[in-house]
C-alpha cells in the first residue's frame, strides 16, 4: 500500500493486455476493454491504482494519447478515478452497480460502447446541442443561437400555402419522395442557383435534411480514417466536429478581414495534398467575412492545379444587407472542383429541415446511394412547402423583410456595444449573415467572460471550439437575429457591466502588486 493506503497494483497491468495490431480494433478500445474485464472480474480490485499514462504507454509500445483515450473511456463508464496525487484508481461502486440494490443496474452491454470516442470531437462536443435547447430558457437573454428570429418564421405564408394546395397534393406532401428530393424541388432550386450566376440543372440537386448531413456524406464519401481536411480557422465548428468524427486529419488556414489567406493555402496544399478545401466564403460564420474576388479566384487555380475539390458551404449567402450582393465561390467554377451546400434553415425555417448539395450528375447519383442507408428520404412535406414557395416566387418577397429587418438587429447591436462596452473591445461589422466576431482586450478570458456574463442571466458563444489550435481564447460570437430588440440592447448592456468589473478587478490587482503580469495567448 501506499501512505495513503491505496494497494498498488499487484500484477503488472500490461501483462493482462495483449493487444493485437492488425485486427482492426483501436488500440485504445482493445486497452479499455481488457482493463474493464480485468475490473469486472476482480482481478483489479477497488483501490488498485493503474501505472500512469506514460508509463503504461511505455510498456505497451503506444502513443500515450492511446491510454489516455482508453482510461477516459474507463472513467467515463465509472471503473476509474483519477485524482491529483494519487493517480488513477479502480473505482468499488462503479456506475451500472450499487451495492444496496444487490446488482447492476445497467446492462453490461452498456459499459462496451465507444464514449472514447467522443474524445476526437474536441473538448466543445456538446456546444452545438446545448445552442439547440438554449431558445427553450425564457429567463436568458441568448445570443448564442444562430437561429432566425421566431416572429421572421412564415407561419401564415406556409399557412396559406397548405391551404390552397395540400389537400389536392397530399400523396407529393405526405408520402414517401424520391431519395434524391422532389423533383419539383430539384427544378425550382436549379433555375434559382442559375439567377445567381450557377451554371447548373436539378440533376446536379440532392436534397438533405440538413448542411450537416450533407458534410457528412460528402465525408464519408471522399475521405479514409487518416485523411487531411483543410478549414478556415476559425469556422464552423460542426465542420469540425463532422470531419474528426470520420476520422480525419483537420488542417487549418488563417482568416483575414479578405477571407481566407490564400498565399497560406498554396504551401499547405503543395506540402500536405488535403482530400478537400472547406470553406465559407460568403459571410463566413463565426467571423462574417467575404472572401475577395481575387482570392476567390486564386483559390479556383489552386484547387485545379492540386486537384483539390472544393466544399463551399453557404447558410447565408442571401442574407446580404447591401449591394452587390456577392455570387457564390461556384458561380465561378467552370471545372466543377466546387461542391456546393446550402440551406433554408436560416431564409425559412429550420424545422423544415430542407437543404441541397450541387455537384456534378454522377455524384449526386453516386451520394444518393450512401444517403438512403442513414435517411431514405428527407422530409417531403417541407420539401413540398419549399418548392411552392419557388414556385409561386414568395421567397424573394419574405427575403426583403429578412434583410431589413436583420440589418435593423446588426446595427442596433453594433450602437448597444459603442455604448456600454469599455474600450478595447475589436468587433467586426458584417455586410450579411447572422454573427458579430468580437476581440476582447487582452486581460479577458472568453470563458470567465462567459461565466459571469451566466450570472446575469445572458448567453454567448466563446471563441475556443471555432478552432483547431486551441486559440479563441479572446473571442467571442453573437449572434443578432433571434433576440428581440429589446434584448438586444440589455444583453449587451449586462455583458458591458461584467467586462468593465473585470477590468476593475485586473486594475486593483496590477495596482497592488505592480510586479504580476498575466500572459494569454495572442490569437
Known amino acids: 500500500m501506499d501512505h495513503q493506503g491505496v494497494p498498488y497494483f499487484t500484477v503488472p497491468l500490461h501483462a493482462l493486455i495483449a493487444l493485437e495490431r492488425s485486427n482492426g480494433v483501436p488500440l485504445y478500445r482493445q486497452i479499455a476493454q481488457r482493463v474493464r474485464e480485468a475490473i469486472l472480474s476482480g482481478e483489479l480490485i477497488e483501490g488498485t491504482r493503474l501505472p500512469t499514462e506514460r508509463a503504461l504507454a511505455q510498456e505497451l509500445s503506444v502513443n500515450r494519447t492511446t491510454v489516455m483515450n482508453a482510461y477516459n473511456e474507463l472513467a467515463s463508464e465509472g471503473l476509474l478515478e483519477r485524482h491529483v496525487g494519487r493517480g488513477t484508481v479502480v473505482r468499488k461502486s462503479y456506475r451500472g452497480y450499487d451495492e444496496d440494490l444487490g446488482g447492476e443496474q445497467t446492462p453490461s452491454w452498456l459499459f462496451g460502447l465507444a464514449a472514447g470516442e467522443d474524445a476526437i470531437l474536441g473538448p466543445d462536443a456538446r456546444v452545438l446541442s446545448e445552442l439547440a435547447s438554449m431558445g427553450e430558457r425564457r429567463e436568458v437573454i441568448s445570443f448564442a443561437a444562430g437561429t432566425p428570429a421566431a416572429d421572421m418564421l412564415p407561419a401564415e405564408l406556409l399557412r396559406g400555402i397548405v391551404d390552397q394546395g395540400l389537400e389536392h397534393e397530399r400523396q407529393l406532401a405526405l408520402g414517401y419522395c424520391p431519395v434524391e428530393g422532389l423533383q419539383s424541388l430539384r427544378r425550382g432550386l436549379a433555375a434559382r442557383m442559375r439567377r445567381r450566376g450557377v451554371a447548373l440543372d436539378w440533376q446536379n440537386i440532392l436534397i438533405l435534411s440538413g448542411s450537416t448531413q450533407g458534410l457528412g456524406l460528402v465525408g464519408r464519401f471522399l475521405l479514409n480514417p487518416g485523411d487531411e481536411v483543410v478549414v478556415e480557422v476559425p469556422t464552423y465548428l460542426g465542420a469540425i466536429q463532422t470531419f474528426r468524427a470520420l476520422g480525419a486529419r483537420v488542417l487549418g488556414v488563417p482568416v483575414d478581414n479578405e477571407g481566407m489567406r490564400i498565399d497560406l493555402l498554396e504551401s499547405l496544399l503543395a506540402r500536405r495534398h488535403p482530400r478537400f478545401i472547406y470553406t465559407q466564403p460568403t459571410f463566413q460564420n463565426p467571423t462574417g467575412v467575404v472572401l475577395s474576388t481575387e482570392r476567390r479566384r486564386r483559390l479556383l487555380q489552386l484547387s485545379k492545379h492540386y486537384q483539390t475539390p472544393i466544399v463551399e458551404d453557404d447558410p447565408y449567402g442571401e442574407m446580404f444587407y447591401s449591394l452587390p450582393a456577392p455570387q457564390p465561390l461556384k458561380a465561378l467554377d467552370v471545372h466543377e472542383n466546387v461542391l456546393y451546400l446550402s440551406t433554408h434553415s436560416k431564409t425559412l425555417a429550420p424545422g423544415l429541415r430542407v437543404a441541397w448539395l450541387a455537384a456534378p450528375a454522377q455524384m449526386i447519383e453516386r451520394l444518393s446511394l450512401h444517403k438512403q442507408i442513414f435517411d431514405l428520404n428527407t422530409n417531403a412535406i417541407g420539401q413540398w412547402l419549399v418548392a411552392e414557395m419557388l414556385r409561386k416566387n414568395l421567397l424573394d418577397e419574405h427575403l426583403i423583410r429578412l434583410r431589413q429587418r436583420y440589418c435593423q ?80 440592447e440589455e444583453g449587451i448592456r449586462r455583458i458591458g457591466n461584467v467586462m468593465k468589473r473585470m477590468l476593475g478587478r485586473r486594475a486593483v490587482r496590477d495596482e497592488q502588486n505592480p510586479l504580476y503580469t498575466e500572459h494569454l495567448p495572442m490569437v
Not at 443 to 457: D, G, K, P, V
Not at 472 to 488: D, K, V, Y
Open 409 to 488: 438587429k446588426r446595427d442596433l447591436m453594433l450602437r448597444a456595444i459603442q455604448q456600454y462596452w469599455p474600450e478595447g473591445v475589436r468587433v467586426n461589422c458584417p455586410a450579411g449573415g447572422f454573427h458579430l466576431w468580437c476581440r476582447l482586450p487582452e486581460s479577458i478570458r472568453a470563458r470567465t467572460l462567459l461565466r459571469e456574463a451566466a450570472q446575469e442571466q445572458v448567453a454567448f458563444v466563446i471563441g475556443e471550439p471555432f478552432h483547431i489550435d486551441g486559440g479563441g481564447h479572446q473571442h467571442i460570437r453573437l449572434s443578432f437575429a433571434s433576440p428581440e430588440e429589446s434584448h438586444i
